[in-house]
Structures are given as structure tokens and as C-alpha cells.
């Protein structure tokens, strides 16, 4: 299966920070996803790279995508306590999720 | 609003007693999934659905049914359920295509099976 697998699994930082949060997957793609969750909530959308681009930003997000490394990393700057949640990242159409990353961020 | 509800958002049953987790989308979306969550596992398709009366298995359908006969409702049931059902279960859905849309998730349903 099209499987993302996010890396650290957890991540504690200070306030201000940069967090960086990466994810492989197995097979080709048309599109990498990033998604948030909040504890025990839904996921939130965060960020759609397709496979033809290599870099996209959105506010304090920016997401590399590397196809021949079959990766992509997201990184958050400036972090704040409210960006604590857990991160997933999916590809394709059937978004098959890791297990996600565990982002704690200290006031 | 646009949005995806989830019903019910809690629920404790016994086993063997067929419940129904409903979900419904007001953005007329064709495709639509059931994930489930689990500590350690992440999360695992169940089914999805294309369109109306399309419907296929995900990764781990064993002990679940889905319909799929209006393109706003996709309910989950669970014929028998059994204590390794307990989960929390997210309902999702998107516009068609080869996936270059974000998906849109339910607020989750905890199933609890004693």
C-alpha cells in the first residue's frame, strides 16, 4: 500500500523554534499530504505538494517534496504552544497514514 | 458550513450487538473513506467509496460493512462487533480524481465493544 511513515515520532520543542518533521513512502505518487490532528479530533488539511514540485509554502508552513528519495519533509517555523498536535503525512488518493509525529511545543 | 458529522460520537456496546456509525458530507463530494485510529498503529482504511454505489475495501475491512447509496451518507456497520473493534473511526471525504484534493474528516466516533 501507498504507505506514508512520518519521522521522529515524537519531537518536543521551545516556543520559537523551527520544527522539522519528515515522511517516506513505498511507491510512485501523485501527491503528498499533511495533515494535522489535535488530540482525539479530526484531521485538518494542512498542506498538498504534488509530484511535479519540489517546494510549497503556506504561512509558517514549508513542505519539500524529493521523489527520488521518495520523501518529503515539513517544516514549521516559529512555533507556537498552539501547534502542538500530531502530524501525518499521506499520499495519492487513498492516503495511507503512518503513525504520525508527536509535536510538543514548550511555552 | 462545509463539514462532515459523525453519529454517534461515543459509543459503548456489547459484543455481537450490529451497531451503525453513520456519516454524512454536505459538499457533494463522490469519494468517501472510513479510517480507524489506533495507539501505535496509526491510521488504517477500512473502506471508501467513489461514487454512488461504489464502494471498496481498504486495508483492514475484516468485520465491517459500508453502503454507499446517497452521495451525502456513508454509513459503517458493524455486523458483530468484538472487543478489538474498540477504536476511535474517522469518516472522510474529497472531490474525485487522482487525489490532488485535500480530504475533509469527521470529528471521530469512539467505539468502545465490552
Known amino acids: 500500500s501507498q504507505q506514508g511513515e512520518e519521522d521522529p515520532q515524537a519531537l518536543s520543542i521551545q516556543e520559537g523554534e523551527n520544527a522539522t518533521m519528515n515522511c517516506s513512502y513505498k511507491t510512485s505518487i501523485n501527491n503528498l499530504q499533511w495533515y494535522r490532528q489535535n488530540s482525539g479530533r479530526g484531521l485538518v488539511h494542512l498542506i498538498l505538494i504534488r509530484s511535479n514540485e519540489r517546494e510549497k509554502h503556506s504561512g509558517r508552513l514549508r513542505v519539500t517534496l524529493d521523489t527520488s528519495k521518495k520523501s518529503s519533509s515539513l517544516l514549521i517555523t516559529a512555533s507556537r504552544a498552539a501547534d502542538t498536535a500530531s502530524y501525518f503525512c499521506g499520499a495519492n488518493s487513498k492516503l495511507t497514514f503512518g503513525k504520525g509525529i508527536t509535536l510538543s511545543v514548550r511555552p | 458550513e462545509a463539514q462532515v458529522t459523525q453519529n454517534p460520537r461515543y459509543l459503548i456496546t456489547v459484543t455481537g450487538k450490529k451497531l451503525t456509525v453513520t456519516c454524512s458530507q454536505n459538499?457533494?463530494?463522490?469519494?468517501m473513506s472510513w479510517y480507524r485510529q489506533d495507539p501505535g498503529l496509526g491510521l488504517r482504511q477500512i473502506y471508501y467509496?467513489?461514487?454512488?454505489?461504489?464502494?471498496d475495501k481498504g486495508d483492514v475491512p475484516e468485520g465491517y460493512k459500508v453502503s454507499r447509496k446517497e452521495k451525502r451518507n456513508f454509513p459503517l456497520i458493524l455486523e458483530s462487533p468484538s472487543p478489538n473493534q474498540t477504536s476511535l473511526y474517522f469518516c472522510?471525504?474529497?472531490?474525485?480524481?487522482?487525489?490532488?484534493?485535500?480530504?475533509?474528516f469527521g470529528p471521530g466516533t469512539r467505539l468502545t465493544v465490552l
Open positions: 472522510a471525504s474529497r472531490l474525485p480524481g487522482q487525489g490532488n484534493y485535500e480530504q475533509f
Open positions: 467509496s467513489m461514487n454512488v454505489e461504489v464502494t
Open positions: 459538499m457533494n463530494h463522490e469519494y
